[in-house]
């Protein structure tokens, strides 16, 4: 199948899906300073999800502010060892102070990409949407502190996530 297509078809079930009837009310931080959020980060963990059944490990996340969005530059190694790249762009959503983003990697559809969690040196995240279906962990290292991951996965609990579903995903070389 056409890869392009493919993509279509699963950004278009990502975006109905996170349109269905939503759960109570999905709290953010209060802002997110997109300078300092900008840069490299390696997924830890998810929420299992068709768009990303392609990749097995050494998924990451690049981020670049360009103008008033942010570029989005997502690569993980598939089962085959090669690597696969999606580009999009990010743009932020009103009076949320950055927090909440609408992201898309084939316009015009787009997702929600919602910061509920981050340290304070901008070196940990927990991201989600509002129906809790889709959720990352994400670190500025390919490796992270157990204990770190345990207090986001608990605070994803806390916000009505399934702990129990999150995955652990493998760093193991990085993606050149």
Request: glycine share 4%.
């Amino acid at each position: 199948m056409n890869r392009h297509l493919l993509a279509l078809l699963c950004l278009s079930a990502f975006v109905s899906t996170s349109q269905a009837a939503e759960p109570a009310p999905l709290p953010t931080v209060a802002a997110v300073d997109l300078q300092r959020y900008a840069g490299a980060w390696y997924e830890i963990a998810l929420l299992p999800n068709r768009f990303q059944k392609q990749c097995v490990a050494d998924t990451q996340a690049r981020y670049r502010l360009d103008g008033n969005r942010v570029e989005v530059i997502n690569r993980c190694r598939t089962s085959n060892g090669e690597v696969d790249r999606t580009a999009g762009h990010a743009k932020t959503v009103d009076s949320s102070g950055n927090a909440k983003l609408r992201v898309t990697f084939f316009w015009p559809f787009y997702g929600n990409y919602w910061v509920l969690d981050l340290d304070e040196d901008y070196r940990h995240v927990l991201i989600g949407e509002p129906s809790r279906k889709y959720a990352w962990v994400l670190s500025r290292t390919p490796q992270m502190d157990e204990a770190q991951l345990q207090k986001l996965l608990d605070r994803a609990a806390e916000l009505g996530f399934n702990k129990q579903a999150f995955q652990r995903t493998p760093q193991t070389q990085p993606l050149e």
